[in-house]
């Protein structure tokens, strides 16, 4: 089955206690869609400038990736800075340059309107409806990000979506800020009131918390010596865990907690190096062994 993802592709500059790196592959769509496509194709919609190298998009084109809807316009790809304080859970952007992300107004090609899974990433909510109104049968599973800022700045609209989203997958600190609950539980029911049937909480290095109206799973992040740069770790999870869903194309209580995992292995991968460097090299195989390794760390 394969994953439509709308997103940002973008350059990113990092800064870690670790080293920096300039202007290299980011966006929440790319981290998401390389990581998905491990798993099951996906279908990219994105834009870019005309600075885009051509390697990079011959990288994504390499995996298992549509192309149709990365849409080349005039200007400069959108660039993001940002630099990790010494606790790495914590981050300040230092320069947001939206570029041709400015105008960015998603048309879903015909191919790409009947794709079962769905994934919008982090963009203004109202783009976000607006390209689930671009589907043309039922998606079997709607899943949406966002940032402080959509919730600060664009709260009815996004509230107004997460009524047309099956899963809401958003940080702890996002959590927080929509539902106005300092504990992460209490937020996560009240972020299940506003309308989706799930909510997965991302905590950073203490892992992800599940939550549905019967169910609550916890799964803690794979425990590495050195995290180099966390950048894309959540997007790579959401892709990682929709990815293996839409690959069993089942939906179970099971199924759902193997795809927690997944997205938990896929992220523990991204952040041992800088920008998608670690997926330039990572197998199927690389992911199952570390899949075998995250159950016997869990299982008791
Ligand atoms: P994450 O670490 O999962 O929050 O994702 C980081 C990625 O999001 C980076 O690669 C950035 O290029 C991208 N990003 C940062 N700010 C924005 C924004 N306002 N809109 C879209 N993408 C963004």
């Known amino acids: 089955m394969s994953i439509l993802v709308v997103g940002s592709v973008a350059f990113d500059t990092i800064e870690t206690p670790h080293g920096s790196a ?5 966006g929440s769509a790319a981290y998401f869609a390389v990581a998905a ?7 990219l919609v994105a834009v ?15 995996r298992d990736i549509d192309l149709t809807g990365l849409t080349v316009a005039k200007g400069k790809t959108f660039r993001w800075t940002g630099r990790y304080h010494e606790d790495m859970n914590i981050r300040d952007t230092l320069d947001l340059q939206l ?23 982090n963009v203004d909510p109202g783009l976000q409806g607006g390209v689930l109104d671009q589907l043309t049968c039922p998606p079997r599973m709607v899943a949406c990000d966002t940032i402080s800022h959509w919730i600060t700045g664009a709260r009815a609209e996004l509230i107004a979506l997460l009524k047309r989203v099956d899963l809401f997958v958003i940080n702890d600190e996002e959590a927080r800020l929509l539902s ?19 909510v997965l909480i991302k905590r950073g290095e203490y892992g992800v918390l599940s939550f549905s109206p019967n169910a609550i799973f916890a799964v803690p992040a794979y425990p590495l ?25 089942d939906l179970s209580e099971a199924s759902v907690r193997k795809a927690i995992v997944y997205g938990s292995v896929v992220a523990s991968f991204v952040v041992e190096d800088f920008s998608l460097r670690r997926l330039r090299s990572l197998t199927r195989d690389d992911i199952e062994r570390r899949y075998r390794q995250f159950v016997s760390l869990t299982e008791f």
């Open 48 to 62: 870019i400038g005309e600075d885009f190298p051509q390697e990079e998009r011959d990288f994504l084109g390499s």
């Open 99 to 121: 570029n041709v992300f400015a105008d960015f107004a998603p048309v879903l090609p015909e191919s790409y309107r009947d794709a079962p899974f769905v994934f919008l990433a």
């Open 225 to 249: 010596e050195e995290v180099f740069d966390p950048t894309g770790a959540g997007d790579s999870f959401a892709g990682g865990f929709l990815g293996y869903l839409a690959q069993v194309n």
């Open 37 to 43: 496509s491990y798993f099951a194709p996906v279908k």
């Open 22 to 26: 300039p202007e290299v592959l980011g």
């Open 180 to 198: 106005g609950e300092r504990n992460v539980v209490r937020a996560a029911r009240s972020l299940l009131d506003m309308g989706p049937r799930s």
